[in-house]
């Protein structure tokens, strides 16, 4: 009897290691684009309860983001607002609006209006925005350009990684406090350079160490 | 009215967690979705779904992204509720502060609750209350845990068939007509403690419609003794106060005022004042303490003395002896002529009291004693304590309900079918009353016993006011609506009576609005319930004289008894069994055993010895012909020939927590050996039952751990503490790690004032989410106290002294712990503290092993499964919960920390101001221990402290630098005795 | 449609395969292959084979590996996010010894035993060899030396002959299929 | 140079081989283990240890689904049988690796018959070993934290400061490492089996195992060359791995772990204990497959020297210890040694001290170095003991050390022991099917040291 391979096995083989390796080096990369946070958790926008338009309120309208958000200064949340809150306006404006069904009959019931959370941490990551604008940082720099959004969408990963970037190197996005809620902010000179003399005068150092965030 | 309008709005956390996969909207939280988490997830959901109740799916994720791949679109849905109307004062996520009052056997606390988005979650001292002072007891730190008690009475209760109040009220208005009752004769009433003016004004309401009706307060562990002590010596019913801050010399008589006679927290706080000492140079009181049980108070105690608590009365009688006071030499009491002479030396600023378990004889003489040696008005003070109108004993119900005299038994807040002394046989006769009623917070055994059982609104919950012992007044105001539609007493016999207000917030609002001018009342009221307490509300204090022939002619000189003796004391842990119940509390470790989950007969060695029994036999104990079982504790330093028993433990009728824990000793406490009955019988059971302590090893092994010296001996050798041991010079491989920068977070315990009151353990353990495990987990070192207080003996082993020392986290610039965990989990901050991040951790628990100090608690077990949503409502959001298979630790607060700071910073105040920042432990340690700020500021206060020259580090020698530093206990020992 | 390979000779012991080879390649025969079920000692020198490299590519495997080590733990641990740890440095030679070891013993094998496999050209399933059948005694008994037809000296009656006058059992012409 | 494996050995005196073997004998004697059908023992053996590799599998899903709990681990003592297995299997794995390695730069021709079965036990105690370090975790889901893989949003490294990284390079790295030195020894092997093969199915098998080998003389030479250097590279790893594993405890600061002679210690005691295994399973496999010609009583008699020699410098090590501590002057190095003669485990120590440092000593007499009864026994004893010693270092050390207040006390659950049992089924299990698949011994290497049917003596 003759060689147990043919003489085209060689071939085979060669060919079926340089393809393993292939497919495998895919796979890899492939997992790393699916773990990337950006792509991972941004572009999140889901439908809420009522069709609430921030890009109508806070953008054409110019309201301020802190007329309904108006924890976001004294507290770790920006809390969503009570229903009272858009009555104060919506009982005069559209009062009648089919759209704004259920917020009228939340107010009369007390039932609240479970609106559906876009922008969310783990668990043990503690998050204060009241320390973060009275730092200076802009609402657009995590959550974009809201006043343009008709449905909000998560813009940003809100990865560790991500916030390290700023943590590490804070200037680029400090602004004066009475800018914060501003979303199209254009400074006449460097925003870098104003924000290192924020970061000077408040002497802010934001925390890169562990407890800074997890407790 | 925002105050009330939040009290009276139910809890509404901001977020809750209907969730769902954006893919599957339709499998919404069902069992199938539930189920497929577990099955996804290996470690069991369980645990994830089971941390607080805003942030729980994001963990759920976390472990799919972890797991199962990462998948963008299995983002899951998480609701936000907001309030459909604002709450005045209320910002979401932030805590709000009310001021209350917690009443414990009639020791009434002033305290501030931290609520967040409307659960209380943490409870601390109220510094404007006479009995807090800013401190707070562990019992009131375990409080907000049974409030959120699942197996709190959720329900009215009719024969143990499920009612309403509706139907109460209506059988109420039926069964308290006049045409029915008629004056009230048989109707009693038998309540716990509860000195409050408004109240009482329905109490008296009530009395006065039914004329005829009894009251009577009960209390199993009370301060009768002392009362009618003092009503022996004056003639007139007072309740005695003393002051030990300013007595220079104390004489305590089985009195253990540091512990469990005292439920409040004042009488450590000025005792540790009086101890406190700078330099050298400076006095601190004495502290004589002859007891039969080994109690904290002996364990701070400068001379020990070891007297059965039935021949205290010999002792005390020796000391009037050695006083003049009567005729009675010394006997075998030698020491009495030395401590007479420093009473004698110290006039008007010395001390004398004794315990209630000890008869009125013994106090009314303790009082000679104190008005002898110009006491009176000093360091001892009286203020008026009326009877209720119609009030009887217990006795006297008892002997009605035998002789079936009793038609309607209204107990509130009390549990005497489990409490009341057994020669009363009272849990037989309760039946014979033709209606029983029973308010409280659970349905324990009188409720379950009851015809009618109402749950009680937890003190959180309710509206009402309460008088501390000099008579001030606090207003106590819930923090979240009643759970379990529960209500307070005096809402109920406002409706058994038809009081004019039947709302608690009426009842006691009205009271006080009424006493005020009208235009002041508003302005009043707001003011009250803002500092917690009523101006101007404290009673005058009295000096009494003492009526010394009735004193010395009501004196029987006892015989020495023979035989064993049993002495009954309340458990630190669960009081008279009220806290059974609270998790927490039972495995808080017994200061002076450290048994947890259990109580024992402590004995002596020597004890133990003739009756041929060791720690975990099993005990038969006869009195009079009752018995009760229990397991044996040697406890060195126990009188010999005498017994300890906490009451409390062994409750039948209890939640899934407390039932069957312990051994019920009350089958042996009789209505005359309330404190103690000589001549038990004892023999071996011939069984043994494990008792679990948390610390097995007792002695210090020679090793300078605390340090301690005789204030001569600090005196001549200022630097004892430092040269205890030598450290050789340390150096080190690589060049040090500078912390001088920015804040630099340190802690100071003295433990010269630490009376080991576990106080500091139940405060990190609500503040900072701490589970229990369970007796079978403490069994096998498991249990997760990030503070934990040692205890050691020290001296020969017939009369030891003890020493406490506090230990959490050292925070070692060199952690020994970081350097070996494989994944920087836990690493040093800037500020110089050993951070713990959970969410890193893998649980190699190699820091564990070479942490030193042996701080580190590792997660071996889901903890937190099977936790109710209730229970869940306890936990403070500012600090994660941990789940399974990670490390943690102490962390300084590291939570109050940052909050403080953030709050700096949004203020636009670039530095702290120092104690600026309290850690939970600091806060609300009566005997203000621990002190805690930047070291990196030399004026700041533990800066001044670390300076001392009684500073010393635990295991210095190991060079891992702690940021923790002890301060030596000093003794300071009579020069006579010594 | 088969050509021939080359000529196998077998023998039964080592020294008399030493012996035909060493005759075999003094007459200037250079295509030349020789099997053998255990190393034989001399037979590479008989052959003329050079020393193997292979030392080499360990050596800087091995740098390799120690240069890798040290970059690794001296950028995560003081470049990319020094932390503090237990108040040491943020890199230091000490520490970082086993790691950089046991990775330079890690790359130095692979490139050992992979270029080993390489200069041997293996894997290589097929090879004219196998297609004779007493070839697979090779790996048991047999000492086979084996002239390619493709050395210039070769002659395809010759060359048999001359094997067979080195001592050799059996001799025999191997097709090579196409 | 590429003559190293077959030059005399100065002091051999007995041959190698019994009885003068052709080659073709010799290639019979190895195949017709692989290519009969096994004996009933394999069977039965194979049944039993099968059944507690399903246990282990089972306890370490209940494991991983309950958590650590179920051991009897505690605080204070975090690790305990958990570090003890693995610190045991990894010290077994030692043999193989050293008898490749050493003894064949040293020029021990006696290795040949032992060495292939050496290194496979080698392989498979790693392999046991690794389950532990991987399992012992509270969050095992997340023990790829512990390597450096690049990470997008955690952007955390590890600590390579920490004895735990050192331990995941050293491990991976000698188990790899041993992995080639075994397979790369085997590829002549397979080759033979190849060429003997009968069926379509083990021709294939062993046709893509032994990669086309022919045994050419350029084949060897560069094989020779990289077996050497192997053997180069694996003695001082195998040297590191022990030394780094005794790290874990050295580095730290606790009583009774932090000590300079861990390493040499760990090393000798790990040789020890590894031999003792090999004697184990020689034993068993010589006589099961009738391989006492090749594997002669000269290889078990030098094996027991080899224990002997080990033994005694265990025995040193812990008398070296005790010493220091007393030297030292250290009051919680004092208590600890004081503690572990005298406290709760004391039963432990002496169990250690009397398997490891008496028992061996027998072997002083050559009656007992050539009684396979005897061996046997002290072999057995030998591997008891060696767990023990692991057992004392990591409990007693951690169950008493600085507070007395936080002393504790360890007992072991019944999930401690399954582990522990179904470990040991794991590795048997791997051995059996070793011992039913590949060549046993390492054929071509034999070939080497018996004399030539050419003439007198074999190789030359």
Known sequence: MASIFSKSSDTYIRIGVLAAALGAGAAVALAFYLANPQVRETGYAPLQPVEYSHKLHAGDLGMDCRYCHSSVEQAGYAAIPATEVCMNCHVRVKGDSPLLQLVRESYATGQPIPWVKVHSLPDYVYFNHQAHVAAGVGCVSCHGRIDQMIVVKQVEPLSMAWCLDCHRNPAPKLRPVEQVTNMAWQPDRDPVEIGRQIAETKGIAPPVNCSGCHR | ?978 | ?178 | ?460
């Open chain 2, 1 to 978: 009215m925002s105050l009330v309008q939040i009290s009276d709005s139910p809890p509404m956390p901001l977020e809750t967690g209907r969730r769902y996969w954006r893919s599957l909207e339709e499998l919404a939280g069902t069992p199938e979705f539930r189920r497929w988490v577990e099955r996804e997830f290996p470690k069991g959901a369980s645990e994830l779904l089971s941390s607080s109740s805003r942030r729980t799916l994001l963990r759920l994720m976390a472990a799919s992204f972890g797991l199962a791949g990462l998948v963008a679109c299995r983002r899951p849905e998480e609701k936000i509720l907001p309030l459909s109307k604002g709450v005045e004062h209320y910002i979401p996520g932030k805590p709000l502060y009310y001021a209350t009052a917690m009443n414990l056997a009639g020791s009434v606390t002033g305290l501030v609750v931290e609520a967040h988005d409307g659960r209380p979650t943490k409870v601390e001292g109220n510094p404007r209350h006479p009995e807090s002072l800013g401190a707070c007891s562990a019992f009131a730190q375990a409080s907000v845990l049974s409030l959120y008690d699942p197996d709190r009475s959720r329900r009215v209760l009719r024969q143990g068939r499920s009612s309403s109040w509706e139907e109460f009220a209506r059988f109420a208005a039926d069964h308290f007509r006049a045409e029915l009752l008629g004056r009230g004769s048989g109707l009693w009433l038998v309540a716990g403690s509860q000195p409050s003016p408004s109240y009482e004004a329905v109490r008296n309401h009530l009395l006065a419609r039914f004329p005829e009706a009894r009251w009577v307060e009960f209390e199993p562990v009370s301060r009768e003794a002392v009362r009618r002590g003092a009503e022996l010596a004056f003639n007139r019913r007072l309740e005695t106060l003393y002051d030990f801050g300013k007595a220079r010399v104390i004489v305590a008589f089985d009195a253990d005022f540091l512990g469990v006679d005292s439920p409040g927290v004042r009488a450590i706080r000025e005792f540790s004042r009086g101890r406190a000492v700078v330099s050298e140079k400076d006095s601190m009181s004495r502290l004589y303490v002859a007891e039969s049980r080994f109690s904290i108070t002996g364990a701070m105690a400068d001379h020990r003395f070891r007297v059965r608590s039935s021949e205290m009365a010999g002792a005390v009688e020796a000391l009037a002896g050695a006083l003049g006071l009567m005729p009675a030499a010394a006997g075998n009491y030698l020491w009495a002529e030395a401590v007479a002479r420093d009473l004698q030396a110290h006039r008007g600023a010395s001390l004398v009291l004794a315990g209630p378990n000890q008869p009125p004889e013994v106090h009314a003489l303790v009082h000679l004693i104190n008005e002898a040696l110009g006491n009176f008005g000093q360091t001892v003070s009286f203020v008026a304590a009326e009877r209720a109108p119609g009030e009887a004993s217990f006795e006297e119900l008892a002997s009605a309900l035998a002789a079936g005299r009793v038609q309607t038994l209204i107990v509130l807040d009390a549990n005497p079918v489990f409490t009341a002394p057994a020669d009363f046989d009272f849990a037989a006769n309760f039946a014979r009353a033709s209606t029983t009623i029973h308010l409280g917070l659970e349905a324990d055994e009188t409720g379950s016993a009851a015809t009618w059982h109402l749950p009680q609104a937890h003190y959180l919950e309710s509206w009402g006011d309460l008088r501390t012992w000099d008579g001030t007044v606090s207003i106590q105001q819930p923090l979240i609506h009643p759970l379990y539609d529960g209500r307070t007493p005096a809402e109920l016999l406002a409706l058994v009576s038809g009081y004019k207000d039947q709302r608690a917030y009426d009842i006691v609002r009205n009271y006080w609005t009424a006493q005020w001018p009208a235009q002041e009342a508003e302005r009043r009221w707001r003011k009250a319930l803002h500092d917690g307490l009523i101006e101007g509300t404290s009673a005058a204090r009295l000096v009494p004289a003492v009526d010394r022939k009735r004193v010395l002619a009501a004196w029987r000189p006892q015989p020495p008894a023979a035989g064993l003796e049993l002495v009954f004391y309340p458990s630190p842990s669960v009081w008279d069994g009220r806290f059974a119940n609270n998790g927490w509390l039972q495995e808080a470790p017994e200061p002076m055993t450290k048994l947890t989950w259990d109580n024992a007969a402590l004995m002596s060695p020597a004890t133990a010895k003739k009756l041929g029994v060791r720690s975990g036999d099993v005990v038969l104990i006869e009195y009079e012909g009752r018995s009760a079982e229990l397991p044996v504790w040697v406890l060195p330093g126990q009188t010999d020939d005498s017994i300890a028993a906490a009451l409390g433990y062994g409750r039948t009728v209890c939640g899934r927590v407390g039932r069957r824990v312990g051994h019920n000793v009350y089958p042996l406490r009789t209505s005359r050996t309330a404190g103690f009955a000589s001549g038990v019988s004892v023999r071996p059971a011939g069984r043994r039952y494990r008792l679990v302590s948390a610390q097995d090893h007792h002695a210090m092994e020679g090793r300078p751990l605390v340090r301690e010296a005789t204030l001569r001996y600090w005196r001549e050798h200022p630097d004892f503490a430092r040269h205890a041991v030598h450290v050789p010079e340390l150096k080190s491989l690589y060049p040090e790690h500078q912390y001088t920068q920015g804040y630099q977070w340190g802690m100071a315990i003295d433990l010269n004032r630490c009376v080991g009151c576990n106080a500091c353990i139940l405060a990190c353990q609500a503040e900072n989410n701490i589970p229990i495990v369970g007796k079978r987990e403490v069994a096998r070192g498991r249990e997760m106290h990030w503070l934990r207080v040692d205890r050691y003996f020290t001296g020969d082993e017939q009369a030891p002294e003890a020493v406490f020392q506090p230990v959490a986290c050292m925070h070692c610039e060199k952690a020994p712990c970081e350097n070996v965990c494989p994944v920087v989990a836990t690493v040093h901050s800037p500020e110089g503290l050993n951070e713990m991040a959970y969410n890193r951790c893998v649980g190699t628990r190699y820091c564990s092993n070479n942490c030193p100090y042996k701080v580190r608690r590792f997660n071996f077990l889901d903890w937190h499964k099977g936790l109710e949503e209730s229970q869940k409502l306890v936990f403070n959001p500012d600090v994660t919960v941990r789940m399974r298979g990670v490390m943690e630790k102490c962390t300084f607060c590291v939570q109050r920390i940052e909050e403080k700071k953030i709050q700096a910073k949004a203020e636009g105040r670039r530095q702290l101001r120092d104690g600026e920042i309290l850690t939970a432990c600091q806060q609300t340690c009566p005997a203000e221990a621990i002190v805690f700020g930047n070291i990196n500021d030399p004026a700041s206060r533990v800066s001044q402290i670390k300076k001392q020259n009684r500073n010393y580090l635990m295991l210095e020698e190991l060079n891992v630098r702690p940021r923790t530093s002890y301060l030596a206990r000093i003794r300071n020992p009579n020069p006579e005795l010594v």
């Open chain 3, 1 to 178: 449609m088969s050509k021939l390979y080359g000529v196998l000779a077998e023998f039964d012991s080592p020294e008399a395969l030493l012996e035909a080879a060493r005759a075999v390649r003094a007459r200037g025969f250079t295509r030349l292959e020789a099997c053998t079920p255990f190393p034989v000692h001399g037979l590479d020198q008989a052959l003329g084979l050079g020393r193997s490299p292979l030392g080499w590519f360990a050596l800087a495997a091995a740098a390799a590996g120690v240069a890798a080590a040290l970059v690794l733990q001296w950028w995560t641990g003081a470049v990319d996010y020094p932390l503090v740890v237990g108040g040491k440095p943020f890199f230091s030679i000490w520490p970082s010894v086993p790691v950089t070891f046991e990775l330079a013993v890690l790359l130095a094998s692979f490139a050992t035993v992979f270029g080993m496999l390489a200069l041997n050209g293996l894997p290589r399933l097929y090879h004219p060899l196998f297609e004779d059948d007493n070839f697979r005694r090779v790996t048991d008994d047999r000492f086979v030396l084996a002239v390619e037809a493709a050395d210039p000296l070769f002659h395809a009656t010759e060359t048999p002959a001359l094997l067979a006058r080195l001592g050799a059992l059996e001799v025999r012409l191997l097709e090579e299929k196409a």
């Open chain 4, 1 to 460: 140079m590429a003559d190293l494996a077959i030059r005399e050995p100065f002091e051999l005196h007995a041959p190698l081989i019994e009885g003068r073997r052709s080659y073709r004998e010799i290639t019979d004697d190895v195949a017709r283990v692989v290519e009969s059908r096994p004996p009933r023992f394999w069977y039965i053996a194979l049944a039993v240890s099968g059944a507690l590799t399903l246990v282990l599998f089972a306890v370490l899903t209940h494991l991983v689904r309950t958590g650590i709990g179920i051991w009897g681990n505690n605080q204070p003592v975090g690790w305990a049988w958990d570090i003890t297995n693995f610190v045991f299997w990894i010290g077994i794995g030692h043999a193989g690796t050293l008898i490749s390695a050493i003894l064949f730069l040293f020029r021990q021709r006696w290795r040949t018959s032992i060495n292939r079965a050496a290194e496979a036990m080698t392989i498979f105690a790693v392999m046991c070993a690794g389950i532990f370090p991987l399992l012992h975790t509270g969050r095992p889901w997340r023990a790829y934290w512990l390597f450096p893989v690049p990470n997008q949003d955690l952007v955390l490294w590890q600590n390579f400061r920490s004895p735990l990284m050192w331990d995941v390079f050293a491990v991976s790295t000698y188990f790899t490492v041993s992995l080639l030195f075994w397979y790369v020894g085997m590829i002549p092997d397979l080759a033979t089996l190849r060429d003997r093969a009968t069926t379509r199915l083990r021709q294939i098998v062993y046709g893509v195992l032994s990669l086309g080998w022919r045994g050419s003389a350029r084949h060897w030479s560069h094989y020779e060359k990289a077996y050497l250097i192997l053997a180069g590279l694996s003695t001082p790893l195998v040297l590191s791995v022990h030394s780094i594993v005794s790290f874990d405890f050295a580095v730290s600061i606790l009583p009774g772990w932090h000590a300079t002679i861990f390493p040499p210690y760990f090393v000798a005691g790990a040789i020890f204990s590894g031999f003792a295994m090999v004697i184990t399973l020689m034993i068993i496999a010589r006589k099961v497959y009738r391989l006492e010609h090749l594997i002669t009583m000269t290889h078990m008699e030098n094996m027991c020297k080899i224990l002997l020699a080990t033994g005694t410098i265990v025995g040193y090590a812990y008398a070296v210890e005790f010493f220091t501590a007393f030297f030292s002057g250290n009051p919680y190095e004092r208590y600890v040694f004081v503690n572990r003669v005298t406290g709760p485990y004391a039963w432990a120590v002496w169990t250690m001290f009397a398997c490891n440092v008496f028992a061996p000593q027998l072997f002083w007499f050559k009656m007992f170095r050539r009684s396979i009864p005897v061996m046997f026994a002290v072999a057995i004893i030998v591997n008891v003991g060696m767990w023990f010693e692991r057992f004392n270092i990591i409990v007693t050390s951690l169950h008493r050390d600085f507070l007395p207040s936080s002393w504790g006390h360890f007992t072991p659950t019944i999930y401690d022991v399954l582990t522990f049992a179904g470990s040991v089924g794991l590795f048997l299990t791997l051995f059996l099917l070793f011992l039913r698949f590949l060549p046993v011994i390492a054929i071509s290497e034999v070939k080497g040291v018996v004399p030539s049917p050419g003439q007198g003596k074999g190789g030359h």
